[in-house]
């Protein structure tokens, strides 16, 4: 991040005798798909505190549409799944990790069945569907385009209806708390009322989620700043991958509005892709045309816009029955309409956005980090299932099974009674600095914009250089301030943030999945076949 001699270990005054405190024997940050099943898991035998930084239904699981993946059908098998999975990840998955994943899944996503997500049901049994990448229709969805949203819904009134647990909204993790033996010790957060509060932990789960905020055209919601990255970063996490970002290839382009994810399983059930000038284009680049990976749909998207001077391509779906599209995709549907786009007579215009944080924090078959009494799950936490590349759905998948693995790891955990939970005295004083303030609106906006045209889908080695020389420059002026209010602290870890993800792209000489060099086209077994890891 910037120079060693201004790293800041927090963001603001810590007073641990003065401020006001909470104690929970675990406390699990995010309230996505992984962070609610952890939470679930844990309750069975502890107390438990879930904060998120807006409200539970703020999340990129809700905002899922396509489905999550696994083997639902007895002609599908876990080695065909686990085969695509290894082929999408181009050659640095963890081959254990993703045996793991891919065999726990259909018990899992069975139970959330049970526990009141409404799937789409075909012959009483979960309907699935095909999407780029996958061998065999195995995506499982729920209410048409809707899936993350039935998902979190379910969990969501089942953890509320747990009287282990509670949950603490538009409550803002500004750090992790650590002791001298860097062991995770709870959170200073903030919440409106109440202002600056610790909370105390036995266990700590991170479930903080993605970061596609940091790139001005992305289809993740506004909380998805990177927060866990550079609070991970700061307490001294090691973290692994960040360059592996992915872009996905179909989010509605409508010029001055926001941009919305037009689901890929549009491309599993017949969509095609035209250029400006109406020539379906994809079997120029990939022999699956519509259905490969996002990686090489996004980038023959990217090529054919610059080779057509277009701001965008066209998702041509006219072929499609008009009744059947409202009742398979109704809130794409409903998206489209309200831009009076008539699905039988017109194209949908597209473009590739920041989608998915594929890197994040490192950790191991038990969500482990390297930092004692730290989990990690979900989009936030690296654990080598989806490699360089994801295969789609799998990110459901994988808070899910890991969700559980976090708090099942925690319940088993012998109970520390408030009186016996052990904390430290936490006293840090930041210095007043003199130095000019900036607008944090401003650098955000900046930032953004930075990081879309310098580490973005293709990546060179003096823009990488530029980006980082450029964000040290703005971290003078706001990482020596103290803010005291969640716009401020968003500022400052998305500056964390976006420098590592450039550092480990600089890093990573050569191209793999969703990181692209032009500089460096060729994947480089010999040297790279490894992941980048950075640690504070």
Not at 265 to 272: H, K, P, Q
Not at 370 to 398: D, F, V
Request: glycine residues 8%; proline residues 3%.
């Amino acid at each position: 991040m910037a120079e060693k001699s201004e790293f800041r270990r927090y963001l603001v005054n810590v007073d641990s005798i003065s401020a006001h405190q909470l104690f929970t024997d675990c406390l699990v940050i995010g309230a996505g798909i992984a962070g609610l099943r952890a939470a679930l898991e844990a309750a069975e035998r502890h107390s438990v505190v879930i904060v998120c930084k807006g409200n539970a239904e703020d999340s990129n699981t809700f905002k899922a549409q396509g489905g999550i993946a696994s083997v639902l059908d007895k002609a599908d098998t876990f080695e065909s799944h686990i085969a695509d999975t290894l082929k999408t990840g181009c050659g640095i998955c963890d081959e254990g990790v993703v045996d793991l994943v891919i065999r726990r899944g259909p018990e899992l996503v069975e139970q959330l069945l049970r526990w009141g997500t409404e799937f789409d049901l075909k012959e009483n049994h979960i309907a699935a569907t095909l999407e780029g990448g996958h061998s065999y229709p195995r995506v499982a969805h729920a209410h048409g385009d809707e899936t993350g949203r039935a998902i979190a819904e379910a969990l969501i009134e089942r953890a509320r209806r747990n009287s282990n647990i509670r949950i603490l909204e538009n409550f803002f993790t500004i750090d992790l708390l650590t002791d001298d033996d860097n062991m995770c010790v709870g959170i200073i957060g903030y919440e409106r009322k109440r202002g600056p509060q610790i909370i105390w932990a036995a266990n700590t789960i991170l479930a903080t989620g993605g970061a596609g905020r940091l790139y001005r055209e992305t289809t993740n919601p506004e909380a998805a700043t990177g927060d866990g990255i550079a609070l991970a970063y700061r307490a001294g996490a090691v973290l692994r991958d960040l360059e592996l970002v992915q872009f996905h290839p179909t989010t509605l382009y409508i010029a001055g509005a926001t941009r919305a994810l037009i689901s890929e399983t549009l491309r599993g059930e017949g969509a095609i892709l035209l250029d400006s000038k109406d020539r379906r284009f994809m079997k120029e680049y990939h022999e699956a045309a519509e259905l490969a990976p996002r990686d090489i749909v996004s980038r023959a998207i990217l090529a054919q816009m610059r080779k057509t001077e277009s701001t965008h391509v066209y998702l041509d779906v006219r072929h499609f029955e008009k009744a059947y599209f409202a009742k398979r995709f109704p809130w794409i549907n409903e998206l489209l309409e309200s831009f009076d786009i008539d699905i039988t007579n017109d194209l949908i215009p597209v473009r590739p956005s920041a989608h998915y944080m594929i890197g994040g924090v490192k950790t191991d078959l038990s969500a482990k980090t390297s930092i004692e009494g730290l989990y990690a799950c979900g989009e936030i936490a690296s654990t080598g299932l989806h490699g360089a590349n994801r295969l789609g759905s799998n990110s459901l998948l994988e808070g899910l099974v890991f969700g559980k693995i976090a708090g099942q790891e925690v319940s088993q955990k012998k109970k520390v009674t408030v009186a016996h939970l052990k904390h430290p005295l936490i006293k840090y004083q930041i210095p007043h600095s003199d130095r000019t303030r900036l607008d944090a609106d401003d650098v955000r906006n900046s930032l953004r914009a930075l990081m879309w045209r310098n580490v973005g889908i293709t990546r060179l080695d003096q823009p990488l250089s530029e980006v980082q020389e450029i964000i040290r420059f703005w971290q003078r002026y706001v990482m020596d301030k103290i803010f005291d209010s969640p716009d401020g602290w968003e500022c400052q870890n998305m500056l964390t943030a976006s420098l590592l993800i450039a550092q480990s792209a600089q890093q990573r000489r050569e191209s793999r999945g969703v990181h692209y060099r032009r500089d460096f086209p060729n994947t480089d077994d010999e040297h790279y076949k490894e992941h980048i890891e950075l640690a504070r």
